[in-house]
């Protein structure tokens, strides 16, 4: 019978940092080691990425698919809806570039699948989602969420079957329950993808920036608060609750820091632990 502690299988990595804006996210993709592809929606990426040895597919929203119309909530308000509507087709193109380097074995070639930011990514299923309903420019409903949510959950589903490491950013979303008053702090993502994704992914970290004596610091919190962000996970045991993760050189050198520091330092205790390990079997 199979035993756990004999198993000798590669196990990749799948990271989320989720926080709020200017929280050092995007710039932890420099540290990672390896090759790396990102699917770039967030059209602030690139001025932080600039110079950095990265092939990259962006997905923007071209100009005429921008929702143009407002929207009446007053009973018998008026349509602002224009009389063509411009089809928004950026999650198509998107789903079929994935789709066929998923088929062609194309992402096989990274160390590294990137998604930079999820809350992009679940604008445009929305507004896809809402055009084929013909409500392109009217409100989200809660049907809405579910179905966006259950997208979202499926693809990143089938990619945690791949052996490649995926690393995406999102935001968080700080609300008031109303039952208990409290401020609760979730995934800024819709329906069951909230759910769904912690599942998915072994670590989710909340980034965070706090004052230091020689500036700004950046930092990971890696376990659950209290009475803040429960969705924090980690499957890297020998993890502070809080991770300096501030980079320290760009360039070549950035690997030495930041999420990429954290990888390697967890890859050396591995080694250790397996070294230990064969040497009492002996």
């Not at 009475?227 to 300096?244: H, V, W």
């Not at 980079?247 to 050198?253: A, L, N, T």
Request: net charge neutral; hydrophobic share 35%; aromatic share 10%.
């Amino acid at each position: 019978m199979p035993n756990a502690k004999d198993a000798d299988i590669p196990v990749s990595q799948r990271i989320i940092l989720a926080g709020p804006t200017g929280s050092g996210k995007t710039c932890q993709i420099w540290t990672l080691p390896g090759k790396k592809f990102a699917y770039i929606f967030d059209p602030n990426s690139l001025g932080t990425l600039r110079g950095w040895d990265l092939e990259y597919e962006t997905f923007y929203p071209d100009f005429d698919e921008l929702d143009t119309m407002l929207r009446g909530f007053n009973k018998g308000s008026k349509s602002d809806r224009p009389q063509k509507v411009k089809e928004p087709t950026l999650y198509l193109r998107w789903a079929e570039d994935l789709n066929n380097r998923v088929d062609s074995g194309l992402l096989m070639n990274y160390d590294w699948v990137i998604f930079d930011s999820m809350t992009f990514i679940v604008r445009c299923i929305m507004a896809r989602q809402l055009y084929i309903n013909n409500r392109y420019g009217g409100i989200e409903d809660i049907a809405d969420y579910r179905v966006v949510g259950s997208k979202i959950g499926e693809v990143f589903g089938n990619l945690a079957m791949s052996p490649a490491n995926v690393f995406a950013t999102a935001h968080i979303n700080a609300y008031q329950d109303d039952k208990t008053k409290k401020i609760e702090t979730e995934l800024f993502l819709p329906g069951q993808s909230r759910k769904m994704m912690p599942l998915i992914f072994r670590n989710i970290w909340m980034t965070q920036v706090s004052e230091a004596e020689k500036g700004i610091k950046y930092e990971v919190r890696t376990r659950p608060e209290p009475r803040g962000f429960k969705d924090i996970r980690c499957d890297l045991p020998d993890l502070d609750i809080i991770e300096d993760v501030t980079i320290r050189s760009f360039g070549p050198e950035s690997i030495r820091y930041g999420v990429g520091a954290l990888l390697a330092r967890q890859a050396k205790t591995k080694e250790q632990a397996d070294g230990l390990h064969k040497s009492a079997a002996r």
